[in-house]
Each structure stands twice: as C-alpha cells, then as structure tokens.
T-cell receptor
C-alpha cells in the first residue's frame, strides 16, 4: 500500500510570506502528526490530529497551525515566515492516536530567505 | 518538563557491536521507541519497549529500564549501511504524545 505522501518536497519562500504543506496518510490511518526537524534541535513535535480534531500541540507559536480533513489528509500552515522556520517538516501517520509505530513521509524542506 | 538525552555522535567499526544509550525524564511513560534515519530520508521504526527488559529483532536489540529512565539500542555485526541517525522517542501523557531526542549519528567505518 502507498506510504505517507507529503507535498511539496522542496520550497523556497521569503520572510513574511506564508506556506501550506500537505500530508496524505497511509490509507486507513486516522492519526497525523507533524514534526519540525533541524540540525540543532532534532525532531520537534508540532501537533497531532485525529479524526479532524487537534489532540496534541507542541510548543510552537500561533503562526504554526494545522487541520485535518474528513479523509484524514492534513495540512499545516506557517504564516509570517521567519528565517528560523527553515527546516524539514515531517508528517507521520498511525492507525490510532500516536499509538504504536509512526510511519513518516519524506518531508517538505522549507527554505526561508 | 520532558527531557530525552542521547549522545550526538558515535563511531564504530564494520562487524563490531555498538550500544547507543538514551536517558529520559518525562511526565508519564507509555513506551519507548527507536527509529533509524538515513541522511535525506524519512525516519523508519526499529523497535518498541513498554516493559523492562530486552527486545531482540535480528541484529538489533533494545533494552528498557523504566525505574532508571534508561534505554539502549544494541546493533550487532555492524554493516556500512547501518551508518545513520538513531532517534530515541518516548510516548507519554494521557494523549500519548511522542517526543524525540535529538538523535545519535552513527558512522560505521571499514
């Protein structure tokens, strides 16, 4: 079966712009989690959605938001981009709410200039 | 607060055994995971421990001591393809949030 799909894979934005990233989980998976990965900080938890509801939230400013649709696909949005937002954004899906194995997508690499 | 510590880098020789340690302090504990991430690729699941003791899966084993807040990943018969970052992650809290350590970059040398 198809894995977790993230789009776009690479994108370049400038400070002040906003960006939307998309994640399609494995078919049948209802939980989608988002992580930011940077060389210095590792994988930082952003938020988790389950059945269209945000169940968990990390320690990121309100500029970071997300949502999940009825087909379990998820989007995350970052507004008023800052240079420090440059990172790899990883999406992971699981059958239930962050229980058991997470299946990660290849990520969306965002560069903010 | 929540804290997960693991060494930043390790080097080992092909064919040898290496142990990657992870210590954690979390509010609540629902299980500990190890993931492998090759450069430029997505993390992939290696192991899961929820009870104390050793879980063996082929060349990889993972150990957990809940009382000590400690785990290790043991890699035997190292191969060059084992060069990767190894991420320790703890699930905690009522909502089972999964928190990752910063990862250990393992370099396997010939």
């Amino acid at each position: 079966k198809a894995g977790v799909t993230q789009t776009p894979r690479y994108l370049i934005k400038t400070r002040g712009q906003q960006v939307t990233l998309s994640c399609s989980p494995i078919s049948g998976h209802r939980s989608v989690s988002w992580y930011q990965q940077t060389p210095g900080q590792g994988l930082q938890f952003l938020f988790e959605y389950f059945s269209e509801t945000q169940r968990n939230k990390g320690n990121f400013p309100g500029r970071f938001s997300g949502r999940q649709f009825s087909n379990s696909r998820s989007e995350m949005n970052v507004s008023t981009l800052e240079l420090g937002d440059s990172a790899l954004y990883l999406c992971a899906s699981s059958l239930a709410q962050q229980a058991g194995e997470l299946f990660f997508g290849e990520g969306s690499r965002l560069t903010v200039l | 607060g929540q804290n997960i510590d693991q060494p930043t880098e390790m080097t080992a020789t092909e064919g040898a055994i290496v142990q990657i340690n992870c210590t954690y302090q979390t509010s609540g504990f629902n299980g500990l995971f190890w993931y492998q991430q090759h450069a430029g690729e997505a993390p992939t699941f290696l192991s899961y421990n929820v009870l104390d003791g050793l879980e063996e899966k082929g060349r990889f084993s993972s150990f957990l001591s809940r009382s000590k807040g400690y785990s290790y990943l043991l890699l035997k018969e190292l191969q060059m393809k084992d060069s990767a970052s190894y991420l320790c992650a703890v699930a905690s809290g009522a909502t089972n949030k999964l928190i990752f350590g910063t990862g250990t970059l393992l370099a396997v040398q010939p």
